[in-house]
Structures are given as structure tokens and as C-alpha cells.
């Protein structure tokens, strides 16, 4: 989902913050017409095996200057000084992608629009399979300012109208053989950061306590989708159905 760019924007500007976009997952995704990882000085793309296109790993850092680009290329490539013999002046890295990965994503790029659409069309299937199911929601496009590419759908549980948790759907799909994930960690939480300040408001944390990643990869069948869905729709009516037991018995 797009970020409220205009508002990041505009604070950066009466500051003087340089944006660097994390658009790792956006690629395909809009704000207000505007492509996610145009908007700052750089962005970074992700094309890592699960992302909208890949070329199996590694991914893109995207910049406005022919000069950003080149600097950018020196760092990513050792940061070998113009020697020849191998001299640095400079810290370096090693981070090009291979001519054959690169050669990869080309081709990919290709077919990105195809795989931006299936995205959309596998969240709109969980959401019409799934709409009957109490305690179900899912995140959507604030307004038509934002385009989402869904690359991934995920789904937020409420426990006390589902009388189930997404613990139990994760737990319910890996006996089935279905990876699930929950939402991301926030960050404030990884113990590699629990000495460093945080300023919140919960959100984060409920949304890593009821949140789940469902599959969504552009390869996936209606025929799969329908038979995530259905584990979640089982759970549900093996809950009513013992509940209608419980009253028959009292």
C-alpha cells in the first residue's frame, strides 16, 4: 500500500530530509497516478524470489542523476579505484547482481503489468470468498489517490467476533500444508533493537498479534486460493457447529 506521500513529502521539504523510499514491495503500485519509488532522491526495489517480479534475488536502487547512478555503481562494485591494480580509497561492496540475474529481471519486467494484475485479482477472490466469514478484515486502498499492486494479501483477525485467533489459522493451515505467515515484527519488538527508543501508539504490535500473511504469489490458481479460503471457512463452522452442540447440551 502506497504511503501518504504528499504529507512525507511536504515535511521532508520544510526540513530538508533527503526521502529514501523503501518501495522493496511497491513495484506496480500508484499515488495519485505517480509510480511508489519516484518520489524521493533514491528508492530500492526488491527482486527476491516471492517479490512481484525476481531475478531470484538482489534487486534495483532507483535514482535521478546519471551521476547518483555512477556513484551508486562505484559503491555496489568494490569502490575500486581508477588503478591497474586493485586500490580503494574508499569503503566498497559488493552488491551488482550478475549479468544473468540482471538479464532475468529484464525479461521480467516484461511481464510486470501481468503480474501486478493477478495480484489484484487473488486479493479481490480472498476478499469474495472470505466475506461471509465473521471477524475477517482486510486492509484496502484509503482512496483513489492510492493503488495498491497487492502484492501481498493479508488478512487482520478480530478473535473476539471470530472466537478464533490468527494463531489458529496459521497453526490450522500448516497441518494442511498451506505457509502462513504473521505480519511482520515490528521492529521496536526484535531483541536486536530493545534498547532503542520507540514512540507508538499499539498499533503495530496489534496488527503483528492478529495479522496474517495468506498466499499470494502470481503463479497461484483460483483452485488454490479456494482451498486457503476453505480451511478458513472450515474453522469457522466447525466452531458454530460445536457451539450449537454446547447449547444442546446446556
Known sequence: MPAKMDEIMAVAKEYNIP?????????GATYKGQACGTFGEFACLSFNGNK??????????????????????????????DAPHYQHSHIGYNYRLSNVSAG???????????HVARRREINKLYRELLKDVPGISFHTN???DFN???????IVVDPKVAEFTREDIRIR??????????LWKP??????F?????????TAERLFEDGLCLPSGSTLTDGDIGRVAEVIIQLTLRLRSGQEIDNCVK
Not at 22 to 27: F, G, I, N, P, R
Not at 194 to 202: C, H, I, K, N, T
Open 19 to 27: 526521502v529514501l523510499e523503501d518501495a522493496a514491495e511497491a513495484l
Open 52 to 81: 512481484m517480479i525476481t531475478t531470484s534475488g538482489g534487486g534495483a536502487l532507483v535514482c535521478k542523476t546519471e551521476e547518483e547512478k555512477k556513484r551508486t555503481m562505484f559503491f555496489a562494485t568494490q569502490a575500486r579505484d
Open 104 to 114: 532475468i529481471g529484464r525479461g521480467q519486467m516484461l511481464v510486470l503489468d501481468d
Open 142 to 144: 484509503p482512496s483513489e
Open 148 to 154: 495498491s499492486n497487492y502484492w501481498l494479501t493479508c
Open 173 to 182: 493451515m500448516e497441518e494442511e500444508n498451506i505457509e502462513t505467515r504473521p
Open 187 to 192: 521492529m521496536h519488538l526484535q531483541p536486536v
Open 194 to 202: 530493545e534498547g532503542a527508543p520507540y514512540y507508538g501508539d499499539g
